[in-house]
């Protein structure tokens, strides 16, 4: 199945996981199913009308979810990348 | 402002050839079948590069370009050396609490190499300071923990059309980016709004290995941008997991509508 991975700064919405498998023919499914087992996740990724918050980049394997339909089929192989925008440097 | 071509332009073809200490300073580097011997290292040190902030992620970066023999650095960084900062600060010793960043990281940088020429704003970047920031180098370095600044530094250098090596760390991960204006996509066309939990410049842990890896990778993107040589990470979002042991490598795109680089390269 296919496995998304979760960075350390969402891990609390996801029982701590750095990763998880996830059922699904589509891209769609897949999100749809990992939305579902986790709805803390859900609510950190996405907006009040569904959509990813614009400060968080999806990937399926290599592509930007921008750059792919829902309906895409997904391979047992694939991965889900959740990738927010983060700044650590120094202060 | 089309970009700049950086190994086209290189002043490297008028800069005397390497001295006998630069031949052997640089012998193993210049030993590598993918640096591009020689000209290569001329072409480093006639470069200028603009680093900040210059702390772990940063500080890293510019240490190592000061080792590899660029030309010349412009550092940015404003505020005092603190105790928290030394589990990561490779320019930065205990005797140094209290000094200004610039002041001790300048010390450190001359003490590795002192053929690079040292500029130093003891500032952090912000709107009143971006442009003589941006302005005095080929290639900027954004190691910022503050989404204020990066963004300050990517829209100046998307104006300028000068590459950005954007690296960024959390915890046990990191990731690194190469901007070229008009060429690829810019911060903004990547994360076009600031996160709503990046409230400070403390809001990150982090230890040590994974900011120096991060400012490692940026360090040797500058090079590969400067020396014409190897793969870059334009266009790519590589991203790496210290805790899990893996790394990724990300396709990014520009954005027509982006508020940066959609319209102000039209």
């Not at chain 2, 500080?59 to 010349?72: E, P, V």
């Not at chain 2, 000068?162 to 190469?178: F, I, N, R």
Request: net charge negative; with cysteine.
């Amino acid at each position: 199945m296919p496995r998304v991975y979760i960075p350390t700064v969402m891990r609390k919405c996801v029982d701590g996981k750095s990763s998880f498998e996830v059922s699904g023919q589509t891209v769609g499914e897949v999100l749809a199913s990992a939305y579902r087992a986790f709805p803390a996740l859900a609510a950190e990724v996405l907006d009040k009308d569904g959509r990813v918050k614009p400060f968080i980049a999806v990937f399926i394997n290599s592509t930007s979810l921008h750059d792919i339909e829902n309906t895409a089929r997904v391979r047992d192989d694939d991965e889900v990348h959740f990738v927010p925008a983060i700044a650590g440097g120094l202060d | 402002m089309p970009p700049i071509n950086l190994v086209e332009n290189s002043r490297s073809s008028t800069e005397p050839l390497l001295s006998e200490a630069e031949l052997e300073r640089y012998s193993r580097q210049l030993q590598s079948e993918t640096f591009g011997g020689q000209s290569a290292q001329r072409r480093l040190r006639s470069a200028s590069v603009a680093v900040s902030r210059c702390g772990g992620v940063g500080g890293t970066c510019a240490m190592l370009l000061a080792r590899a023999g660029i030309g010349k650095l412009v550092l940015a960084h404003g505020g005092r050396i603190l105790r928290e900062n030394l589990n990561r600060m490779h320019l930065a010793y205990t005797e140094d609490l209290n000094r200004p960043y610039t002041e001790a990281f300048e010390e450190k940088l001359r003490a590795i190499n002192p053929e690079v020429e040292l500029t130093s704003i003891a500032q952090n970047i912000g709107e009143d300071n971006v442009d003589e920031f941006v302005s005095g180098a080929d290639i900027v370095a954004d190691g910022a923990p503050l989404f204020e600044e990066r963004y300050s530094m990517n829209a100046e250098a998307v104006r300028r059309g000068k590459p950005l090596v954007s690296g960024a760390m959390y915890d046990l991960e990191g990731y690194v980016t190469t901007i070229v204006p008009g060429e690829t996509p810019c911060l903004a066309c990547i994360y076009p709004v600031r996160p709503d939990y990046w409230t400070d410049a403390h809001v990150f842990p982090v230890l040590g290995p994974i900011s120096t890896i991060v400012g490692a990778v940026m360090a040797m993107e500058v090079i590969k941008l400067l020396t014409g040589t190897g793969e870059t990470l334009k266009g790519h979002l590589w991203r790496i997991d210290l805790q899990q042991n893996w790394a990724r490598q990300f396709t990014v795109k520009r954005r027509q509508d982006c508020i940066v680089c959609g319209s102000a390269l039209n």
